[in-house]
C-alpha cells in the first residue's frame, strides 16, 4: 500500500476532510468506531472502495429493515487488556469483563445479521468471527457484575472468604463489648479501621482504659484510635486470611488472562471486524442524515461526471446544527472529453465552495460514503485529489501570495508527472499546443487526478499570471484527468474556443439585488462584477462612475454586455422551462383524475351488470322452482282433464309474471344532501350536490369544473328517485339542524407521505385535496427529524382550500398525524 504524498495531505486539510471525519464520528455507537472515524484513510484501489460502498449500502437497508437500530451495547476497546494479556500479564476483574461483554455484543451482531440474507457483504465479515462463548462463560463465572472475583470462582477461595467473614463478625463482637464497657473513655461508639487492622476511638487522656496498640493519632492529638488487646490475635488471623485471599484471587485472574491470551489474534479480528461494523453503520445514518445517495464510479474516458444538487456536506452540518444559512445546491455535468473546466464570476459567489465541494464529494465516494446529490451519482474514481485553495503566506519563509501557490502547484506537477520525466517549463510559448485536440499518446497518460485550482495565476501581473495560468491549464489537460479551476483572468475564458478539451462555468450574479446567487452556470463565462459589488458595498458613487468610464475605453464593456446577454437568456430559458415543466405537471395530475374517474364509472358498470345478471338468474330459479311444485303437485293428486287444466293456468301465471313483471311504485321522494350524487336527466350529467335546497327548491350543484342552480325537479338520485318538492304554503322556520356527525377516517381523506421529501410530498397533497370530498383530511407524515412536518404545515397555509390544520389527537396518531379541514 503506497503512503499518501505530502500535497495529498495538505489537499485533506484543505478541503477540510478531517471536520467531515468529526461529524462522522458522531453518528458512531463505539469508542473504537469514533476513533477510528476520526482517523479514515483513503483508499488507494478502487476495488477497496467499491467493498465499502457495499457495506455501506448493506447497513443502510440492513437498518430500514430492523424495527429498531443496530445494537452495539457491551462492545468495549479491549485492545490494551489483550496486549498485556499476550505480554502475560494479569488482567483485572474490570478488564476481563469488558472481554466477556464485547465478545456477548458481536455474537449479538452476527445473529442478526445472519438473519438477513439482503447484506452479503456485511455476512462476508462475520462468516470467520469466533467469539468463544466458553470463555465469556468462564470469565462471568467468575467475575461478578462489579468486576470483582466472585466467591463461585472455586472452592478454595469460598472457604477463605468465609473464614474471613467468621473473624470478623468475632473481631466485631469483641469490640462491641469494649465499646460498652468502656463507654466514657470512647470518643465515640464506631468501629473503624486503619491499614488493616480494626481500631476503636478512644480519648487521648483515657488510653490507659482501653489497653491495646495505637494505630493513628488524630490531627488534634485528642483521639487515639486503639486496637484492643483483646482482637489482636483475631486481626493478625484475618491478616493471613486476607493474604491468602489475594493469592488465590490472583491465581484466577492469572489462569482467565492465559485464557484470554491463547486466543489473542482471534480477539484482534473480532474487534477489527466489530470497528468496520461501526464504521459501516455510521457511514450509512451520516448518509440518511445528509439525504445522500450512492454513488456509482464511471470511467472517466467514457461516461460523463453527473452531480446534480450537490451540496457541500460541511454547510449542511452548518445550517442544521449552527444555524447557518441555508445551503444552496450546484449541479456538474462534466463529459468525458472535457478536461478544463474554467470557473469565473464575482468573489464571493461561490467559485471555492464549488471546488471544495467537488472535491469532497469525490474523497467521500473513495471512503464508501454516500454524496449529497439527487440521483444518479455518476463520479469517476480519481487515483489522488490535488487542491491549491487559498492562500499560503509565509512570513517565516519569505514566500508572498504568489510564491506560495506555485510552490503547491510545483507539488502537484510532481505528484501526476510520470516518475521517468518532470513537468516542462510553464512558459506560454513553449508549451501551447498547435493542435486543439489531445492526441493518442497525451490521452494514454493521463494521471488519474482531479486537479483543483483557486484563482490561478493569481497574485502578480494581471498579464504574466495570465499567461502562466494559460499554460498551466493546457500543461494539466495533457497529463490530468479533470482539473477545475476558478479565475478572473478574461483570457481563459477563451481557451474553450480553440480548444474542445476546456469548458467555462460561471457562478450568477443577481443584476438586480447586486448579490450572488450561488448557482453554477454552465457554458457561459461569468463577470466579475467588482464595480456592482463595490457600489453594493458603498464605495463612493463617482468613484464607480469613473472607473466604468475606464472599462468602457478598454473595450471590456462590450464582452460584459454580450456576457450579460447570455445569462439573461440562460435565465429565460430556465423559466420557461420551469413553466413548461409545471404544465406537464398539472397536465398529468388531470389525466389521473380523469382515468381514476373513468376507471371508477367502468367499476360501476360492471356491478350494474352484475347486479342485473344476478337478478335474472333468481327469477329464473325462482320460476323453475314454481314450476315444480305445479308439476308435484299435478302428480301427487289424480291425473283429470281439470287438475291438468288448473295445471296450465298455473303456468301461464308464471309466465305473464316473469315475462311482464308489474311496475315498481315510483320510489318516495328524496331530500339531496350536500355531498350527494345526483342525476340531471334534462343534461345528461351526474353531479355532485355543494348547497342544500332553499324554500324554492333550488340548489347549487358541480359537474367537472362546472358549477350552476338547478331546481328540485330537474334532479333526481342515481336510483331514479325523484326529489321531494317543498309545500307550496310558507312553513314555519325549521329547527336548526343536528350536529354533523363526527367524521369518519377512510382511505378517501387519508394520505400517506412518510418517506417522501418535500417536494414530492407536496404534489401528493396537491393530488389529495383535489379529491378529497369537503371535510377533514389526514395527512400521515410521521414524527422523524420534524422536517416533513414543518414543511407540510407550511404548505398548509399557504393553500386556498384549507381552512384550518392542527395535529391529531395522540389516539389517531399524535405528532405523527395532520389533520387539515379541507372547504
Not at 473473624?167 to 465499646?179: E, G, P, T
Not at 450537490?310 to 450546484?330: C, D, F, K, N
Not at 506560495?404 to 510545483?410: E, L, P, W
Not at 506560454?428 to 482531479?450: G, I, K, M, R, V
Request: hydrophobic share 40%.
Amino acid at each position: 500500500m503506497s503512503l499518501p504524498t505530502p500535497i495529498q495531505l495538505d489537499t485533506l486539510d484543505l478541503l477540510e476532510w478531517p471536520r467531515l471525519c468529526q461529524h462522522l464520528a458522531t453518528f458512531t455507537a463505539t469508542k473504537l468506531g469514533a476513533v477510528a472515524a476520526r482517523q479514515i484513510r483513503i483508499p488507494t484501489a478502487l476495488s477497496e472502495s467499491m467493498i465499502l460502498l457495499a457495506q455501506t449500502q448493506d447497513m443502510a437497508e440492513l437498518e430500514q429493515t430492523l424495527s429498531s437500530r443496530l445494537s452495539f451495547d457491551g462492545i468495549q476497546d479491549i485492545g490494551d487488556a489483550l496486549e498485556r494479556s499476550a505480554l502475560l500479564g494479569v488482567l483485572g476483574g474490570t478488564e476481563l469483563l469488558a472481554i466477556a461483554t464485547t465478545l456477548s455484543g458481536v455474537r449479538n451482531l452476527r445473529r442478526v445479521i445472519d438473519a438477513h440474507a439482503a447484506v452479503p457483504t456485511l455476512k462476508t465479515l462475520v462468516t470467520d468471527l469466533r467469539t468463544y462463548p466458553d470463555l465469556e462463560q468462564q470469565i462471568h463465572h467468575c467475575i461478578d457484575d462489579n468486576g470483582q472475583v466472585a466467591d463461585r470462582a472455586n472452592p478454595a477461595l469460598r472457604g477463605i472468604r468465609d473464614s474471613i467473614r467468621s473473624v470478623r463478625s468475632r473481631i466485631y463482637d469483641q469490640l462491641h463489648q469494649v465499646l460498652n464497657r468502656q463507654a466514657n473513655a470512647v470518643q465515640e461508639p464506631v468501629i473503624t479501621q486503619r491499614g488493616d487492622r480494626f481500631v476503636i476511638p478512644v480519648k487521648a487522656p483515657q488510653k490507659d482504659a482501653v489497653p491495646g496498640i495505637v494505630h493513628d493519632v488524630s490531627a488534634s492529638g485528642a483521639t487515639l484510635y486503639v486496637e484492643p488487646q483483646s482482637i489482636i490475635n483475631l486481626g493478625n488471623q484475618i491478616r493471613q486470611a486476607w493474604r491468602q485471599e489475594r493469592v488465590e484471587e490472583e491465581k484466577i485472574l492469572r489462569d482467565l488472562s492465559a485464557a484470554v491470551a491463547a486466543v489473542k489474534p482471534d480477539l484482534d479480528h473480532l474487534l477489527a471486524i466489530a470497528t468496520l461494523l461501526d464504521l459501516a453503520m455510521a457511514r450509512a445514518r451520516y448518509g440518511l442524515w445528509l439525504n445522500a445517495n450512492p454513488p456509482r464510479f464511471v470511467e472517466p474516458q467514457d461516461e460523463a461526471v453527473v452531480l446534480r444538487d450537490l451540496r457541500h456536506p460541511l454547510l449542511v452540518w452548518q445550517q442544521h446544527h449552527e444555524q447557518g444559512p441555508e445551503v444552496v445546491p450546484i449541479s456538474l455535468t462534466i463529459q468525458s472529453h472535457i478536461r478544463v473546466v474554467a470557473i469565473t464570476g464575482p468573489n464571493t459567489g461561490g467559485k471555492t465552495v464549488t471546488l471544495k465541494t467537488l472535491g469532497l464529494a469525490c474523497l467521500m465516494a473513495k471512503a464508501g460514503l454516500f454524496v449529497p446529490a439527487r440521483e444518479p451519482v455518476e463520479i469517476p474514481w480519481f487515483q489522488a485529489v490535488l487542491a491549491d485553495i487559498g492562500d499560503e503566506q509565509s512570513i517565516e519563509q519569505s514566500l508572498s501570495t504568489f510564491s506560495g501557490h506555485i510552490r503547491r502547484v510545483g507539488r502537484i506537477l510532481e505528484a501526476i508527472a510520470p516518475e521517468s520525466t518532470a513537468p516542462e517549463s510553464m512558459a506560454p510559448e513553449s508549451t501551447a499546443p498547435e493542435s486543439t485536440a489531445p492526441d493518442a499518446d497525451n490521452t494514454a497518460s493521463l494521471a488519474n487526478a482531479l486537479v483543483l485550482l483557486d484563482e490561478v495565476g493569481a497574485g502578480t501581473d494581471p498579464s504574466e499570471g495570465s499567461a502562466l495560468a494559460i499554460a498551466l491549464l493546457r500543461y494539466l489537460a495533457d497529463h490530468a484527468q479533470l482539473t477545475m479551476a476558478t479565475t478572473h483572468f478574461g483570457e481563459l475564458k477563451a481557451l474553450k474556443y480553440d480548444d474542445d478539451r476546456f469548458e467555462n462555468a460561471s457562478v450568477e450574479f443577481n443584476d438586480q439585488t447586486l448579490s450572488p446567487t450561488y448557482r453554477l452556470l454552465w457554458g457561459i463565462p461569468g463577470r466579475s462584477n467588482a464595480l456592482a459589488i463595490a457600489q453594493r458595498l458603498g464605495l463612493d458613487v463617482s468613484i464607480i462612475d469613473q472607473a466604468r468610464e475606464y472599462v468602457g475605453l478598454s473595450g471590456a464593456d462590450d464582452v460584459n454586455q454580450v456576457i450579460s446577454g447570455l445569462e439573461a437568456q440562460r435565465r429565460h430559458q430556465e423559466e420557461s422551462a420551469n413553466a413548461t415543466a409545471k404544465l406537464l405537471r398539472q397536465a398529468e395530475r388531470l389525466h389521473d383524475e380523469v382515468s381514476r374517474k373513468a376507471a371508477m364509472l367502468k367499476e360501476r358498470e360492471r356491478d350494474l351488470q352484475q347486479q342485473q345478471e344476478q337478478a335474472i338468474q333468481a327469477a329464473i330459479a325462482q320460476a323453475r322452482e314454481e314450476i315444480a311444485q305445479v308439476i308435484r303437485r299435478l302428480q301427487r293428486g289424480p291425473q283429470t282433464a281439470q287438475a291438468a287444466q288448473r295445471a296450465t293456468q298455473a303456468l301461464q301465471g308464471i309466465a305473464e309474471e316473469q315475462l311482464n313483471p308489474t311496475p315498481k311504485p315510483p320510489k318516495p321522494g328524496f331530500r339531496p344532501q350536500v355531498g350527494d350524487r345526483v342525476r340531471i336527466p334534462k343534461l345528461g350529467q351526474t353531479a355532485e350536490v355543494l348547497t342544500p335546497a332553499d324554500e324554492d327548491g333550488e340548489l347549487t350543484v358541480r359537474f367537472g369544473m362546472m358549477k350552476m342552480t338547478v331546481s328540485l325537479a330537474d334532479v333526481e338520485s342515481l336510483q331514479g328517485e325523484k326529489a321531494e318538492l317543498p309545500k307550496a304554503k310558507p312553513a314555519p322556520a325549521p329547527p336548526p339542524p343536528p350536529p354533523p356527525a363526527p367524521a369518519v377516517r377512510t382511505s378517501k381523506n387519508t394520505v400517506d407521505i412518510r418517506g417522501s421529501r418535500i417536494m414530492d410530498a407536496e404534489m401528493a397533497l396537491e393530488k389529495a385535496i383535489a379529491q378529497a370530498p369537503v371535510g377533514p383530511l389526514w395527512i400521515i407524515h410521521g414524527k422523524g427529524t420534524g422536517k416533513l412536518r414543518a414543511g407540510v404545515h407550511e404548505f398548509l397555509k399557504q393553500h386556498p382550500q384549507i381552512t384550518s390544520f392542527d395535529l391529531a389527537l395522540q389516539s389517531d396518531g399524535g405528532a405523527g398525524v395532520t389533520v387539515a379541514q379541507v372547504k
